[in-house]
């Protein structure tokens, strides 16, 4: 039986974000379609959804490639990636429903499960899904977009990161746990309709990952005299 077109877009966009399809790769849709077990025509509905999104890049006559990053998106991803994130908070505090806050608490505790079990993929998924359900209880139809794709490329950079070399990751079990009590207390905040805190502790979350990641972008050069003595 052919999958459903929403459950071909969320595995299509969980390879992505997992990098199990990696960043600039081609995307051959006759294999897709035979994976799916589906036609060109909705599958390409699927891939123009997916670039709308963010996810992938539709190149006249030139096929799909998964969305790349470089050197300047990167830039430009710590640039906005607070400002974002401060004001879809504040919005979520203002907005959030009760079944919205229940939804981002089961996401929460997949999260927990997550860095218990030690899993790079789920822990990078569920933190992507936490971060976009705060999007959705946000209800801004401008913000939302770029939330998106913000977190598309967040959650690819933190994959990358967490497959590096964890003795030598500035992510200790104490950091790991301080992002789950933010979490925690993100929830609390937007259950509370408190706008200021909810901003407070999203710029805390941010803070505990950017510098660890942008280390990991842009490592510490080398010496000089280790150069000169090899």
């Known amino acids: 039986m052919p999958a459903s077109k929403e459950s071909i877009l969320t595995h299509l966009r969980r390879q992505i974000i997992t990098l199990e399809l990696a960043p600039g790769a081609m995307l051959d849709e006759a294999a897709l379609c035979a994976e799916f077990d589906i036609s060109r025509t909705p599958m390409r509905e699927i891939l123009r959804r997916l670039d709308g999104e963010g996810f992938v890049q539709v190149r006249?006559?030139?096929?799909?490639?998964?969305?790349?990053?470089?050197?300047?998106?990167?830039?430009?991803?710590?640039?906005?990636?607070?400002?974002?994130?401060a004001a879809i908070s504040r919005l979520a505090a203002q907005n959030a429903q009760p079944e919205q806050l229940d939804r981002l608490t089961e996401i929460q505790n997949a999260f927990k499960k997550a860095v218990t079990s030690g899993s790079v993929e789920q822990l990078v998924y569920y933190n992507d899904q936490f971060h976009y359900?705060?999007?959705?209880?946000?209800?801004?139809?401008?913000?939302?977009?770029?939330?998106?794709?913000?977190?598309?490329?967040?959650?690819?950079?933190?994959?990358?990161?967490?497959?590096?070399?964890?003795?030598?990751?500035?992510?200790?079990?104490d950091k790991i746990a301080e992002a789950c009590r933010h979490h925690?207390?993100?929830?609390?905040?937007?259950?509370?309709?408190?706008?200021?805190?909810?901003?407070?502790?999203?710029?805390?979350?941010w803070e505990l990952s950017r510098a660890d990641i942008e280390t990991y972008i842009h490592p510490d050069p080398l010496a000089l005299d280790s150069l000169m003595t090899g």
């Open 60 to 85: 006249e006559n030139r096929g799909v490639i998964v969305a790349p990053m470089d050197l300047r998106s990167m830039r430009q991803f710590f640039l906005t990636a607070p400002m974002i994130y």
């Open 133 to 173: 359900q705060i999007g959705e209880m946000a209800d801004n139809p401008y913000l939302q977009p770029s939330l998106q794709r913000l977190l598309i490329d967040h959650a690819r950079i933190g994959q990358t990161f967490w497959r590096a070399d964890k003795q030598a990751s500035a992510h200790t079990p």
């Open 184 to 205: 925690d207390e993100m929830i609390a905040a937007f259950a509370a309709g408190d706008e200021e805190l909810a901003v407070q502790l999203t710029l805390q979350h």
